[in-house]
Each structure stands twice: as structure tokens, then as C-alpha cells.
DNA sequence: CCTTTTATACTCCTTATGAGTACATTGAAG
DNA sequence: CTTCAATGTACTCATAAGGAGTATAAAAGG
């Protein structure tokens, strides 16, 4: 076979969010994720990855995006050089779980992969475990040290949710990974391509009304945090969020209330997409001349 | 051969400033991006290209990154179908061009590939034969204009420097890009490669240090701004921008001043890569509860 | 000496954001 | 029926960041 022929497929972390918790769907009792030959007969591959997640999960794509493209040597030790598998990683957003597609998908909170990226509520024991072992294998090297209190917001640094993969990589390196202590492994480099789509998609929800491809119709403010909080991993302030978002005019009422919740019934809303174009919000962050 | 295989390349978009241009590296006159097979005795495709490129242009690259996987049919209108190209695209930044390298590259502007998407000085005359033709297409269509004055800043909206792949497609898709008359066209797909290439680093260069890649070791702030606004194609407010820069606390001074231009001298300064690993400068945009 | 060009330091005002307080409604426990 | 827990909603206050413009400093060249 000449060089530049590899074998190409298509890998996707489909992502909901159900009772708070972010959901990933998974094959083979929840130990990959879903992937596929890349087929010929769509135009697209954004096309062809579509229809076949409608048909897996039941519930059409709000929101698809590509990744990443997943090729290094080391992700499959066996194959020859020149059989190296290329996967194209896919990042998709559907609204609810469904009760079941043709594969017979299950959905997992993907903190059953990654326990210490949830920080809503008291880390998880698993933290200090890691944070230990890394210290250990660090061996008081300050750059190492640096980096592992950059990553984990120890000594004064503070914690940041955008760093999924980084921590992963470090673990990885330390060789924290490699048994079934800290969370939950994948087969192959799957969980390494989970971690990447947690990145991508804890840095777009803050400059991208993307959450709103996970939300039902209509919907209130707490559950809208809440959606969130679970992807991001973190709790957010209440009245600061409410602001932020209807200063953002993203969303508007729908007349109805919320009821068989306990306390106050609660406005409900909906997204509005009319204002998609206006979505770019962030803008600019540079000091633009405006004569 | 089996679905699942494709002919799988590389191809870069390499991106240097000189004379307060931003060049890409192209080949054949002028009219594609550097592209090769797919090699398989690296470890990864990111090391494997840049020693690739480090033989084409005779410098390092300062900072490599994955851009996007082409796969599209229509991208290669004659392959039959099962083998199909795929055509995973880097972002390479190099710090400035070189005489000439094994392949004799050459630099060109971006500008030329693109003339609308620099709106550092007047704009180009080709700006209002755009949008005119884009009324044309559109022909009063209220989905289509709104579309329109959202990417190219009409009636009221502010132009967004950030659009330029969703500027370019819809060009492509109003046919305004078949002639040579709107920019320099390219073999292929490459000018839409491109196009990903300058939406990337136009995003980036607001919420990382990509730029220092880009400067040589000492540089005053004039030329620091200059080059920012090469990439970005804005003016910027000087005053504004010297605030937000020393606020970050990325350069320090070197203790020497520039000489030999005209006008007062200008302190010199250099990067603090020490403190790289604060660099995830935006940081949260949620509202965050920290108890 | 005066003009041009670049460098650098401020001021002013508006908006965004972190943090906390106060009060309103509901259902359920006692 | 009262109280409380849980949720919803409206504020205030202080600080930081950002847009816009002004003022002064230091060089080169006529």
C-alpha cells in the first residue's frame, strides 16, 4: 500500500445532560465511545455522522462539531507503520437520553471517567489521592511542582475547569492511569478523546449559547444553571448568573410557570435563536480604534 | 480496498509577519499550501510536521497546532468515492520568513488571498463590489440580508474580525468566488484551508500569547500593536492597547531602546514565558461562587 | 526654531463582574 | 396554623476592565 493510505473512522462524544448530570454515550457496557468506518456515501462527514447518531440514539443532533484528529503512533501499538488508524473525532449535543437506538447506546455521567473534574460539592477523595501521587512522582522538581499546582489550583493558584485534558495528560504521564483506581478507564486512547471533548465543550459554553442545545423547550433559570454547573464542574453564584444571562437577552419568557417542584414556582423560559447572529458575543478583546 | 481507507495528507497553513504583513507560505506561485503524505515513521503527525517544515523553511516553528480535517466529497470532485482524500490541517507560526528553504518557499500576504478581511486603512474598493453582489444574490431575501449585514458589519452592525471562514463560505455559496476578480484564488480547497487558518489565529490571539511566536526577541510596544493588527486587520487605540498589554504583565523591559527610526526611541521589551503558565488569561466568563 | 513623528502617562466614563443582602412564594413538618 | 426549608427574584456595593480622548516628552529633519 503506498504511504498517505491509512485506515480513517469516525469517533463521537455525544454529550446530554440528564438530572444534572453530563452524559456521554457509551458502547460495550460504557467502556468506549461510539465509532464507526468513515463512509463513503455522504458528502460530508458532518452529514454522514448525523444521520448515523439519529439512528443510534433516536434523538436528532442539535449541535455537531469536529474535534479533533486522533493519529498518533502510540494509540495503537500492534498495527504496522503503514496501517496507522485515523480517527476523526466528533463532538455532538443532544437534548435527552433516548430509551433506546438500534446499538442499544447507555449513557454515563462522564465523571464516572474523570471524579476529580467535579467540583460542585466536596472533591471526591479521589483528590487528594492524585494530588499525593503526583507529588510523589514529582519529587519536589519545581517545575514539575508548577505545573501541578497550575493544573489542580493548589498553593494559592486557583482552579481551572478548562484544563480537562491537561490534568489528564499530566496523570498520564505520572502514570497515575494506569490502573482502575481513579476513575473509570476506556478502551484504547477513548478516554483521552472523552477528555477533549469535555475541553472543548467547558471553553464554548462561556462564549457560545450552546447549553441551550441540551436544555428542554422551555425551561427555568435554576435548571438552566444547573445544566451548567454540571458541565462546567463548578457551582456558580445565583444572582450573578441570573443577570448575566438576561443581560445576554439570549432567553425569554414564556408566560408559563414551573409547578411540582417544591418552593416558589419559577418563571419559565425559552431560548431565543432569532438572536443567534448577535451570538459571537465575547467580540472583541482587543482595543480596537473606532473613528 | 475496504470502506474505512483513504488517502490521508498533511497539509500546513504557516504563518509568519514581516513588514506588518501577515504571509502564509505557499508553493507554486503562490497557489497552494504546502501539503504532503502522510508519513508514518514519526510518532505523531504534530512532530512528524515539524521537522517537515523546519527543512522547508529553515527556522523553528514556534508553535504548531491541528486546524481541521477536510474530508468533504466535493472537495475532490474526480476521486472515486472509496478514496476519498482526507487532509488534516495544522496552524504553524514561525518567526519570521526565510531566504529560501529545500522547497523554495515563498511568502505571501494573506491579503491577497483575502483583500476584505484587512480593514486597517481604507477599505479596498472590492468591499462595496462585495456587498453589492451579495445584495444581488440575495435579492431582498430578510433571512439572507441579515446574514449579510452580520458578517460584513452593514447597517448598523460592527464588523467582526473574527468571521472570515463564515465570510468566505458565504461568498462561496452567492458564486462570487468563481472569477479571479475577488482575491487571488488557489488550487482546490486550499483558500478555504487558509481561511480556517486566519479565523483560528484571529480568535486566539485574544486569549493567548500566540503573538510573541510571531515577534522577534526584543521589540517595543509600536511594533508589538503593529503586528497584532496585521493578524486582526483593525486598528488599534494605542493608549488602550500599551494598558492591556503591561496589565498582563506578559513582557518586561530588556533595559535597551530601539534606534534608527524616526521619532522618539522607544523602550525595547521581551516575552515572560516564565509566566506562561497564567496564561489562560480569559479564564472564567461564569459566574462563579467561591465560598 | 518649528514641525513631524513616535513614545508615554494620564483622566473620564461606562460596563462587567464578584460578593453579599433582602424579601417573596411555595410545600411540608410539627 | 406556624415555622421552616427550599426556591425565586430584586437589589446594593465595590472593584476591575474597557472605550475614548487629552497632554506631555523626546527624537529627527528642515
Redo the contacts with the bound molecule.
Sequence with gaps: MPAGFAKAELIAVLVAVTDNEPRVMTLRGGEALPSGPFESKHRSLQSGLRDWIESQTGHPVGYLEQLYTFADKDRDPDAPADKRRISIGYLGLVREQSAAGAGRPAWHSWYEYFPWEDRRDAYSAEVTTITERLDSWASGDPHYRQRIDFLFGLNGKAWNEDLVLQRYELMYEAGLLDGAELGRPMAGDHRRILATGITRLRAKIKYSPVVFELMPESF???QLQRTVEALSGLRL????F???ID?QELIEETGEM?SG???????LFRYRPAILEAQTLSG??L?????
Design positions: 427555568t433559570f435554576l453564584h445565583k444572582p450573578n441570573r443577570r448575566q443581560h414551573s417542584t417544591s418552593g416558589r414556582p419559577a418563571k472583541t478583546r482595543p480596537v480604534s473606532r473613528h
